[in-house]
């Protein structure tokens, strides 16, 4: 039974900054790739950033390339991810999401990724 309990969400103005954490139970989860993902209103949800099931291979779109910084504590069963420089277009709900594989392979970028469980989401609002 995967349970994946977010926090961290909030209202902050351009340039300012906010970590989200996932707290993850019902699932070994060193041995799950772990990533976070937003959707705005109307757009798709798309992924943001991603990392393996030991912290390998941190993966992040090119909109928040330099500003976003994915990490996990294995010991704690603990996702992160600190968001830096905040802008208006980071705005959406954040999804904290676990994959049943270790790897987050090129698959594992798209939402509709079938191996894909997923947080109930936290809202981040930048205002201009």
């Known amino acids: 039974q995967v349970h994946l309990e977010e926090n961290g969400g909030g209202s902050v103005q351009t340039g300012g900054s906010l970590t989200l954490s996932c707290k993850a139970s019902?699932?070994?989860?060193?041995?799950?790739?772990m990533g976070w993902f937003r959707q705005a209103p109307g757009k798709e949800r798309e992924g943001v950033a991603t990392?393996?099931?030991?912290?390998?291979?941190?993966y992040y779109t090119d909109s928040v390339t330099g500003r976003f910084s994915i990490s996990r504590d294995n010991d704690i069963n603990t996702l992160y991810l600190q968001m830096n420089n905040l802008k208006p277009e980071d705005t959406a709900i954040y999804y904290c999401a676990a994959r049943n594989s270790y790897n987050c392979d090129s698959r594992s970028k798209s939402a509709s990724d079938s191996l894909w469980y997923w947080g109930q989401g936290t809202q981040v609002t930048v205002s201009s």
């Open positions: 019902g699932y070994t989860f060193r041995n799950w790739c």
């Open positions: 990392i393996y099931g030991q912290g390998e291979l941190p």
